[in-house]
T-cell receptor
C-alpha cells in the first residue's frame, strides 16, 4: 500500500524567503506525482504534475523535482508572498489511484 | 467555465442521523470522484464513477455509505446512519477523460464540511 508523507506539517516564513516543501512515498512504481494547493474552505487546485519519466517541472515561481528511485519530491516556491499561504499536498498515482499526503500548511508573514 | 459545485457547504447532524451531499461536475466531464478528508489528513478516495457506472468503490464503507450518479451527470453521496468518525470534509472532483488518473487532471469542488455530534 502506498504511503505518502509530508514533513514538516507546518511552516512559517517571512515574506521573500524561498519555500522548500518535502514529500516522500514508499512505492516507487508511480505513474506521476502531483502537487496541489488547498485554501481554507476551498477545494484543491492542481499546481504541477510530474510524469514518472520527468525529473522536474516548472510553473512561474514554482519548481517541483522528482527522484523516483529514492521516493522523494520537493516543491520549491521562490520569493514567497503572503498570498502563498495555504496547505500544499502532494499526491502520487499508482494502480490508477491517487494517494495523498497530509499536507504542509504554509504561513508567509508580511 | 463553471467549476465543480457542491452543496450544502456545511452540515451538522447528530450521530445515527442521515445526511446527503450533492455534486455537479464540470459540464462534459465523464469521470466523477468522491473523497473524504479527515482533519489533518489527505483526501481518501471513496468512490469513482465513469459516466454513470462505478469504477472503484473499494474504500467506500458500504454498510452506511451509498452514492449514485444518475444520467452520468450530477451525483449524490449519502451516509445512513452517521457515526462520529464520519466528521470530515467531503470533496467532489471531476475529470474530462475516462478516469485514467495518470493522465487526467482532477478539478475539485469546495467540499462539504460535515460535523457529527
Amino acid at each position: 500500500k502506498q504511503e505518502v508523507t509530508q514533513i514538516p506539517a507546518a511552516l512559517s516564513v517571512p515574506e521573500g524567503e524561498n519555500l522548500v516543501l518535502n514529500c516522500s512515498f514508499t512505492d516507487s512504481a508511480i505513474y506521476n506525482l502531483q502537487w496541489f494547493r488547498q485554501d481554507p474552505g476551498k477545494g484543491l487546485t492542481s499546481l504541477l504534475l510530474i510524469q514518472s519519466s520527468q525529473r522536474e517541472q516548472t510553473s512561474g515561481r514554482l519548481n517541483a523535482s522528482l527522484d523516483k528511485s529514492s521516493g522523494r519530491s520537493t516543491l520549491y516556491i521562490a520569493a514567497s508572498q503572503p498570498g502563498d499561504s495555504a496547505t500544499y499536498l502532494c499526491a502520487v498515482v499508482n494502480d490508477y489511484k491517487l494517494s495523498f499526503g497530509a499536507g504542509t500548511t504554509v504561513t508567509v508573514r508580511a | 467555465e463553471a467549476g465543480v459545485a457542491q452543496s450544502p457547504r456545511y452540515k451538522i447532524i447528530e450521530k445515527r442521523q442521515s445526511v446527503a451531499f450533492w455534486c455537479n461536475p464540470i459540464s462534459g466531464h465523464a469521470t466523477l470522484y468522491w473523497y473524504q478528508q479527515i482533519l489533518g489528513q489527505g483526501p481518501k478516495l471513496l468512490i469513482q464513477f465513469q459516466n454513470n457506472g462505478v469504477v472503484d468503490d473499494s474504500q467506500l464503507p458500504k454498510d452506511r455509505f451509498s452514492a449514485e450518479r444518475l444520467k452520468g451527470v450530477d451525483s449524490t453521496l449519502k451516509i445512513q446512519p452517521a457515526k462520529l468518525e464520519d466528521s470530515a470534509v467531503y470533496l467532489c472532483a471531476s475529470s474530462p477523460g475516462q478516469g485514467l488518473v495518470y493522465t487526467d487532471t482532477q478539478y475539485f469542488g469546495p467540499g462539504t464540511r460535515l460535523t457529527v455530534l
